[in-house]
């Protein structure tokens, strides 16, 4: 929300959460930007219908639990609203396909919001890969490697709903956040396709045994049972060849990290610390900094908003990815993601 109060020609016109508090704090903080105060809905969590019936709306923003993310974009739709999703959007191949034919068949835009990929690194490395830096992209590498475990036994935001998808899934639950920036510089849907994915899960033990440390006997998050691996694998081949391994880890004690490798035949960039290695231009068998490689290969989209991002969540990348949106729906230009 407060991004989009700062990007140009947006105008909130609704606002809806099931709680009624949330509903209005957030019409308060448009009102308080000197805008109208936008329209309420909180009469459950189906009453996001009723305001795609009711309003006079462009797009359909929504940042929910993961299953509320279909629903939500295809009532958008239905209703002659562009509708745009927090990652992961869908989780079933049925409702993957639900999106793309409502999308055609209403001809309205449906957008994946995968903030990560507008990362300031991750659009260096792309502008790199564009210029032909790296030369010719053979694999590449991403993943989700954050210790969510506080998170997810808390008894407010996320840890209300995210847990039970460990209890139900097992697989890659959030993979585009480090697939996204590599599937990008890799060219998927512009030249390139995913052709074929293997994936493998260790046991899952990080949660049992944080629920055994952290909550007293006869609790019943110690009665739960977790299919959940705790590192998922996935290993993927696209139709030119080219190799992707994607990492999940969200079980268990570790830093952060989104792993990103892009690696072609005259060098590679590698995440987390970030680090460049460019055959004749590095030392020989020494990494460089990636930071020395900002002020020629910095991308122009952060060059140009630099000062209008600083303070956005996510060290910028969250006000870019909204400001793309609306760029793009505004002046009829196709969307960065689809």
Not at 165 to 183: D, E, F, K
Not at 214 to 222: I, N, V
Not at 236 to 243: K, L
Not at 269 to 295: C, H, N, T
Request: contains cysteine.
């Amino acid at each position: 929300m407060r991004n989009l109060i700062r990007v140009e020609g947006c105008v909130l016109k609704a606002v809806g959460d099931i709680v009624p508090e949330k509903v209005t704090r957030m019409q308060d903080l448009v009102a308080a930007a000197g805008y109208p105060r936008p329209a309420g809905y909180s009469r459950g969590p189906w009453d996001f219908v009723r305001m795609c019936e009711e309003e006079d709306l462009d797009l359909v923003y929504n940042a929910t639990p993961w299953e509320w993310h279909v629903p939500i974009c295809l009532a958008a739709m239905r209703n002659g609203k562009h509708a745009a999703t927090e990652v992961p959007a869908t989780y079933t191949v049925e409702d993957c396909w639900d999106l793309v034919e409502h999308a055609e068949k209403y001809g309205k835009h449906c957008i994946m919001m995968e903030n990560c990929t507008y990362g300031r690194m991750e659009m260096m490395v792309f502008n790199m890969v564009r210029q032909g830096v790296f030369g010719e992209i053979l694999h590449g590498e991403g993943g989700y490697l954050h210790d969510l475990r506080s998170v997810k036994f808390s008894p407010e935001g996320e840890g209300l709903w995210r847990r039970a998808h460990s209890m139900q899934r097992n697989g890659n639950l959030y993979p585009t956040h480090g697939l996204g920036p590599v599937a990008n510089c890799i060219g998927i849907n512009r030249g390139d396709r995913f052709a074929s994915l293997v994936s493998m899960s260790s046991p899952s033990r990080g949660l049992q045994l944080y629920a055994r440390e952290h909550f007293p006997e006869g609790s019943p998050q110690r009665q739960e049972r977790y299919v959940l691996g705790d590192v998922n694998t996935s290993l993927i081949s696209t139709a030119n060849g080219r190799t992707i391994c994607v990492s999940h880890d969200t079980n268990l004690p570790r830093p952060y990290s989104r792993v990103h490798v892009v690696q072609g035949t005259r060098g590679l960039f590698q995440g987390y610390p970030d680090r460049v290695y460019i055959e004749g231009r590095s030392k020989s068998d020494e990494w460089d900094p990636a930071d020395a490689y900002l002020a020629e290969f910095d991308h122009p989209l952060w060059k140009q908003m630099e000062e209008r991002s600083r303070g956005a969540g996510h060290g910028g990348m969250d006000y870019l990815e909204d400001y793309r949106l609306i760029k793009c729906l505004r002046e009829g230009l196709p969307t960065d993601m689809n």
